[in-house]
């Protein structure tokens, strides 16, 4: 498999790595970049867009990134909280009042954005037309009661995390959490990243894919636990890659799952984050601000995975898993299925890997595999001049 694009010298293991994933780990389709101090020094793509009908990957592909989505809504967040528009201590509700009923009137914007609102799921029975609707979802939300099960104030908020922050966002600004993005990040910063694509653009959107194992019986009975059954994810059941690569889902804005983007552009966008917030002489947030937002709010096992999570104001956060390589003080987001996307504030470096097939295995050794190699290239390279 032909490797495309460059590495900085010095880099050349990780496009080693890159070309591995394919040979060693089944990848189809994918792409990483990583900047250095603003510096590109890898920016790679390869294998198939679309695997059927035989399209590359090619430079301009772009991805679903899933949960990926997260940390570009952290950013949006929190620039509201620098204008002094939105405190992230406040109740929610004071910003958004209808949030107020069945007893949620003291959760606040911090517990929304660290998934400590215990909404993990909707109640009320939704298909997929309803999933696509981000105005009823918050709807549906603010009415909610929200789960007295202690494990809920640790459980992942999958969908309801992006619903609940959108909304906090139009509530305050008045523009959507993917026009607040594109307009306060994407285009100052030069980003192809959209929460919400264009339709003209549906055309460069890679196939999205699941490898065994990733997707669950959509007839599964309930478990009999409710806080399981409510936090069901109904993105990842069989039939589910249909909805993914559809032209409603690309559309919509799921301000929790669906951003899609170039892995350059979001490793660009961390690479301004992994700077304090600068980039090009262009400064799209305060560095008090991003010290304040990648500070920890909760960490621990999450009751139904079993596995260590941590998180600050939206952006999850390195455990001992080091799910975001070896630099300790990472921060970022992870999306189903492999896809990694990151800053390194120590090593001034910011990363996004992509890819079109969603694997079961956690942590996945692909992202693994990259990230180390980009570690151990740029501790070899010294500091710049």
Known sequence: MDVNGFTAPGFDAVAEAFARNFTEFGEVGAAFAAYRDGELVADLWGGHADPQTGRPWREDTLQLVFSGTKGLVAACVLLLAERGLLDLDAPAARYWPEFAAAGKGAITVSEIMSHQARLPGIREPIGTEQILDPGLMAKLLAAQEPLADPRAAFTYHALTYGWLAGELVRRVDGRSVGAFFADEFARPLGLEVWIGLPGE????????????????????????????????????????????????????????????????SIARFYACLARGGELDGVRVLKESTLERGRRQLRYGVEPLWGSPIAYATGFELQTELEIFGPAPDAFGHAGAGGSRHAAWPTERIGFSYAMNQAHAVYPDPRPLALLNALYTAAHAAGPRN
Not at 205 to 233: C, I, K
Not at 244 to 249: I, L, P, T
């Open 201 to 264: 653009l549906h055309h460069r959107v890679s196939t999205m894919s699941a490898g065994p194992g990733f997707l669950a019986d959509p007839d599964e009975p309930p478990t009999g636990d409710p806080l399981r059954d409510l936090a069901r994810n109904p993105l990842t059941i069989t039939g589910s890659p249909a909805l993914w690569n559809s032209a409603a889902f690309r559309g919509t804005e799921m301000p929790g799952v669906n951003a899609h983007g170039t892995a350059r």
